[in-house]
């Protein structure tokens, strides 16, 4: 099984900043496949990257992906009040697909 | 706009049967594979299986010996059971469509249910 270790495990931010999530897979994952969620409580999680780096359909361009192999990153730029939420990745390139733990984005 | 939907009861005893249902509107259920995902209190997100409009199944291991999966692409649900639950099986269980990527596999999930909380408790 991969694991998929992310860090920080939270992140405190403000308005207008740049937040840089990280999500390491313990191999390196087939065809770059590793998604993106954003999750806020009470929510559907929402879908944001798939492929590395594609931006899922109405998702706004401060959300970009990259990254490949082992190690991947989620960029939002300029912070939003909508945008603190949990983030986790995601690796479907090998059964059983595997989350990670979440990094929280929260308000400084 | 696709729509998901779980239901189910939010109590379950310990040793019994957990039932899960997912009704999906918007869209065709017969082109993509249906997961089931679940996060207990404070911990990560788990896959848990999928199932395909055909009834082809594929299950995570850890949880393969408990778990079966349905679908009934007439009334557009898809079902999970999950037997001799215990306390560890408290989550809060989502369903999720499972995009296919060009491979053929299941890739990513888009859009999710809200979830349903289900506690194991006598």
């Known amino acids: 099984e991969i694991v998929l270790t992310q860090f920080p495990g939270t992140l405190s931010l403000s308005p207008g900043e740049r937040a840089t999530l990280s999500c390491r897979a313990s191999?390196?994952?087939?065809?770059?496949?590793l998604a993106w969620y954003q999750h806020k409580s009470g929510q559907a999680p929402r879908l944001l990257i798939s492929g590395a780096f594609n931006r899922a359909t109405g998702i706004p361009d401060r959300f970009s992906g990259s990254g490949s192999g082992t190690d991947f990153i989620l960029t939002i730029n300029r912070l939003e009040s909508e945008d603190f939420a949990v983030y986790y990745c995601?690796?479907?390139?090998?059964?059983?697909?595997?989350f990670g733990q979440g990094t929280k984005v929260e308000i400084k | 706009q696709v729509q998901l939907q779980e239901s189910g009861p939010g109590l379950v005893k310990p040793s019994e049967t957990l039932s899960l249902s997912c009704i999906v509107s918007?869209?065709?259920?017969?082109?993509?594979?249906w997961s089931w995902i679940r996060q207990p209190a404070g911990k990560g997100l788990e896959w848990i299986g999928r199932i395909s409009g055909t009834g082809n199944t594929e299950y995570n291991p850890s949880l393969r010996s408990r778990v079966s999966m349905s679908i009934d692409t007439s009334k557009k649900y898809f079902s999970l059971k999950m037997t001799s639950v215990n306390a560890a099986d408290t989550a809060l269980y989502f369903c999720?469509?499972?995009?296919?990527?060009?491979?053929?596999?299941?890739?990513?999930?888009?859009?999710w249910g809200q979830g349903t909380l289900v506690t194991v408790s006598s």
């Open positions: 191999q390196s994952l087939r065809y770059n496949f």
């Open positions: 918007g869209d065709s259920i017969s082109n993509y594979y």
């Open positions: 999720a469509r499972g995009l296919i990527h060009e491979y053929g596999g299941l890739g990513w999930f888009d859009p």
């Open positions: 995601q690796q479907y390139g090998t059964s059983p697909r595997t």
